[in-house]
Nanobody, 122 residues
Framework: QVQLVESGGGLVQAGDSLRLSCAAS????????MGWFRQAPGKEREFVAA????????YYADSVKGRFTISRDNAKNTVYLQMNSLKPEDTAVYYC???????????????WGQGTQATVSS
């Protein structure tokens, strides 16, 4: 059974940083691309960042490019999202996802975590 468990969310002020983690189990993690999505209140879930199975290729939404960094540690079966220079508009529930056929769209991923809340106050 595949499980993705996010952690690291919290309440911070604008300009601060957070690092989200997603621990995976029940799959051969090193062979799966991974992605992060987020959903703000009243809005649709949107793509944030993704990384290939080897970590050699990364993708970012324009809204986070230059502020967020996705990385992975295949030895720990974990993918990370380092979020710097946070803005109030980054407030959302952040989800990790696995096994993409592509990288940017929800329907391209097979497995999802339960999400972790990140709140940025102004």
């Amino acid at each position: 059974q595949v499980q993705l468990v996010e952690s690291g969310g919290g309440l911070v002020q604008a300009g601060d940083s957070l690092r989200l983690s997603c621990a995976a189990s029940g799959l051969t993690f090193s062979t799966y691309g991974m992605g992060w999505f987020r959903q703000a209140p009243g809005k649709e879930r949107e793509f944030v960042a993704a990384i290939s199975w080897s970590g050699s290729t990364t993708y970012y939404a324009d809204s986070v490019k230059g502020r967020f960094t996705i990385s992975r540690d295949n030895a720990k079966n974990t993918v990370y999202l380092q979020m710097n220079s946070l803005k109030p508009e980054d407030t959302a529930v952040y989800y990790c996802a696995a096994n993409p056929t592509g990288y940017h769209k929800e329907h391209e991923y097979t497995y999802w975590g339960q999400g972790t809340q990140a709140t940025v106050s102004s």
